[in-house]
């Protein structure tokens, strides 16, 4: 797998507080409801060892973006029910019935194709699959995401398939440690997402915010924040 920063100073579980303790105080400042927003802890690159660190925590929310090494993680800690793996990476096609099979909730859907995909490889003993749109609200070039014109055809699509369940928005802004800048970039994924609840979308989950800008996604409104970094270190 990957070369790991080990946790030997313990301080995983004092991060997870930490995090947890701003977002309740976040929802407090920017008048949300209590206990309104979820802590998906992002554990892409990180190690077997380090996500039981968390999950001994009482942690049991995890995000992944790469396939074969999720796989890999879920496949150990399958006898732990209660935990609930989410995809948030890029997908390829050849992926989606793996994706399909082995996690709840996929946040980056990205066209019609990697929809139609999912819903038909996701097996029907199963609930149907929980997915986001993935939104490119900062229009750079390369980025994954559609753009935001495009989100009513593509969620009523999603809509009329039965193994999946629109849940709502995920967005990955343009990097910037600017605070009014980052609110502007995802006050255009929450005006999206008011507007699928206005043309009667029963969407329940704008998923926003990282490491670098947990404070603002807050602020505009996010119900699931990813985190990896502040949680587990860098990456390396
Ligand atoms: C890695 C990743 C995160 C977590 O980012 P941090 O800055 O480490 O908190 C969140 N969302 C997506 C889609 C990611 O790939």
Same mark, same amino acid.
């Given at each position: 797998?990957?070369?790991?920063?080990?946790?030997?100073?313990?301080?995983?579980?004092?991060?997870?507080?930490?995090?947890?303790?701003?977002?309740?105080?976040?929802?407090?400042?920017?008048?949300?409801?209590?206990?309104?927003?979820?802590?998906?802890?992002?554990?892409?690159?990180?190690?077997?060892?380090?996500?039981?660190?968390?999950?001994?925590?009482?942690?049991?929310?995890?995000?992944?973006?790469?396939?074969?090494?999720?796989?890999?993680?879920?496949?150990?800690?399958?006898?732990?029910?209660?935990?609930?793996?989410?995809?948030?990476?890029?997908?390829?096609?050849?992926?989606?019935?793996?994706?399909?099979?082995?996690?709840?909730?996929?946040?980056?859907?990205?066209?019609?194709?990697?929809?139609?995909?999912?819903?038909?490889?996701?097996?029907?003993?199963?609930?149907?699959?929980?997915?986001? #749109?993935?939104?490119?609200?900062? /229009?750079?070039? *390369?980025?994954?995401?559609?753009?935001? &014109?495009?989100?009513? %055809? +593509?969620?009523?699509?999603?809509?009329?398939?039965?193994?999946?369940?629109?849940?709502?928005?995920?967005?990955?802004?343009?990097?910037?440690?600017?605070?009014?800048?980052?609110?502007?970039?995802?006050?255009?994924?929450?005006?999206?997402?008011?507007?699928?609840?206005?043309?009667?979308?029963? #969407?329940?989950?704008?998923?926003? /915010?990282?490491? *670098?800008?947990?404070?603002?996604?807050? &602020?505009?409104?996010? %119900? +699931?924040?990813?985190?990896?970094?502040?949680?587990?270190?860098?990456?390396?």
């Amino acid at each position: 797998m990957y070369s790991f920063i080990k946790d030997d100073m313990n301080t995983i579980p004092i991060h997870l507080q930490t995090i947890l303790q701003q977002i309740r105080d976040f929802e407090s400042r920017y008048d949300r409801i209590p206990n309104s927003v979820k802590l998906l802890a992002v554990t892409k690159h990180q190690s077997i060892e380090n996500i039981q660190t968390a999950i001994n925590a009482g942690h049991e929310l995890f995000g992944e973006s790469y396939l074969q090494e999720a796989l890999i993680k879920i496949e150990h800690f399958k006898k732990n029910i209660n935990l609930d793996w989410h995809f948030i990476g890029p997908i390829q096609s050849n992926k989606t019935k793996k994706i399909a099979e082995h996690f709840s909730f996929v946040h980056s859907v990205d066209s019609l194709k990697i929809a139609e995909l999912l819903h038909k490889h996701r097996p029907t003993y199963l609930p149907p699959l929980s997915v986001c #749109i993935q939104i490119n609200v900062s /229009g750079e070039k *390369n980025k994954s995401g559609i753009d935001p &014109a495009d989100v009513f %055809t +593509l969620a009523e699509k999603i809509n009329s398939f039965s193994n999946l369940k629109l849940r709502g928005l995920m967005t990955v802004p343009a990097m910037t440690d600017n605070f009014g800048a980052q609110r502007a970039q995802l006050h255009r994924l929450k005006l999206l997402y008011e507007q699928l609840i206005q043309k009667d979308f029963k #969407i329940d989950t704008l998923s926003m /915010g990282m490491t *670098n800008d947990l404070e603002a996604a807050i &602020a505009e409104g996010a %119900t +699931l924040v990813r985190i990896g970094t502040a949680i587990f270190g860098s990456r390396i």
